[in-house]
């Protein structure tokens, strides 16, 4: 069965506080990793993709463990508007080479001031 | 400013109604999904179309029928729907194909808030 799992929290941290993700896959042929975000009652909108060289932009960064099977993302100098829910995202392959994205019960992230 | 439109984003419908939900995307993609989201669960993938054709179904009841005319449409069809059906409904679309730089980004559409009576 294929399963991406992540701690739903609630993280509810102070603005400027570091905080991480992590999120654990089981199909180990997966072939892409994505953490996407989410608001309240809006669609989820990607937030980055995951790279196994690990990758940044701005205050947050993604790893990649192909050997362990999980993906991380570390937000730093936490803002208010940091709060919603992260989703960790993997894609499998499908037959005819299309891609299968398996989505994570997400992740919610609290920044109060 | 989506490039994936759905509508409609609300709908109440009954038990015995037949109602359909439709996407549509602008990006020239070529695959296309729907999900489920209910309160407290993860999001559930539906069906899969790549290149118009159904390459996935998860496990879903036939009382959900998808249909995919072209690449860049794609349509729910609902039709005796249970009260525990309601919930968001989200499309997506995808350049889908594995084998070149392109690494099967999802772009969702608003979502259709559907609540069965």
């Known amino acids: 069965r294929k399963e991406v799992e992540q701690d739903p929290g609630p993280f509810n941290v102070p603005e400027g506080a570091t905080v991480a993700f992590n999120c654990t896959y089981s199909?180990?042929?997966?072939?892409?990793f994505f953490w996407y975000r989410q608001d309240c009652r809006k669609e989820p909108k990607l937030l980055m993709s995951v790279y196994s060289s690990g990758n940044e932009d701005g205050r947050f960064t993604a790893q990649l463990n192909r050997a362990s099977q999980y993906i991380s993302l570390l937000i730093r100098d936490s803002k208010l508007s940091d709060s919603a829910t992260y989703l960790c995202?993997?894609?499998?392959?499908?037959?005819?080479?299309?891609?299968?994205?398996?989505f994570g019960r997400g992740t919610s992230l609290i920044v109060h001031p | 400013e989506t490039g994936v439109t759905q509508t409609p984003r609300h709908l109440v419908m009954g038990m015995t109604n037949k109602k359909s939900l439709k996407c549509e995307q602008h990006l020239g993609h070529n695959a296309m999904y729907w999900y489920k989201q209910s309160a407290k669960k993860p999001l559930e993938l539906m069906f899969v179309y790549s290149l118009e054709e159904r390459v996935e179904n998860n496990s879903v009841p036939s009382r959900f029928s998808p249909e995919c005319p072209n690449s860049s449409h794609l349509f729910l069809h609902l039709h005796t729907l249970q009260p525990e059906d309601s919930a968001l409904y989200l499309c997506a679309s995808s350049q889908g194909t594995s084998g070149d730089a392109n690494t099967g980004e999802l772009f969702f559409g608003e979502g259709s808030r559907l609540t069965v009576l």
């Open positions: 995202v993997v894609n499998e392959r499908a037959s005819g080479g299309s891609y299968i994205p398996t």
């Open positions: 199909n180990s042929a997966s072939q892409s």
